[in-house]
């Protein structure tokens, strides 16, 4: 790794299905798992409580990025949340390295989400006093994620 820590403005997200053109965002946040745990009682054991693993739970991925009036990505979110129609997709989000000069195809780390489906659209305000763009945000859930590093 050329830079420790990495930096983290330099990603590539690919989503399977569509056009590299469809991926381009400017933030993506969300990417956590949390280990759910069950409280259990002991009869007699007043010090404490256990806590056993019971399943992971993945967080809302957040894609942001300048609205496109039109895109095949919209299509599919609005397929999704307006007509209640699923096509799950996988996604990759890879982590670049700036230290290469071809780091779109040499990424330091990629995850791998399974099973992905819009949940929400959402659209930046609009204010007359500001100059600022339009940004789009799409939410999505996802069963699972693995971390994956090159060889």
């Known amino acids: 790794m050329a830079f420790y820590p990495p930096i983290g403005f330099l990603f590539k997200v690919s989503i399977k299905g569509f056009p590299d053109a469809e991926a381009d965002f400017q933030e993506v946040s969300g990417l956590a798992m949390t280990l759910e745990t069950l409280a259990v009682k002991e009869g007699g054991q007043n010090r404490f409580i256990h806590q056993l693993p019971v399943r992971t739970t993945s967080d809302k991925l ?26 799950p997709k996988d996604l990759d989000i890879a982590l670049l390295d700036p230290g290469i000069e071809d780091s779109l195809n040499n990424p330091l780390v990629s995850w791998h989400l399974s099973h992905a489906y819009p949940v929400k659209w959402s659209l930046s305000s609009f204010n007359a006093m500001n100059s600022e763009l339009a940004i789009e945000s799409i939410e999505i859930q996802y069963r699972y994620f693995t971390k994956t590093f090159p060889e």
């Open 62 to 87: 957040i894609l942001k990025r300048g609205l496109k009036v039109s895109s095949s990505l919209l299509t599919w979110c609005r397929e999704a949340i307006e007509e209640f129609s699923f096509s």
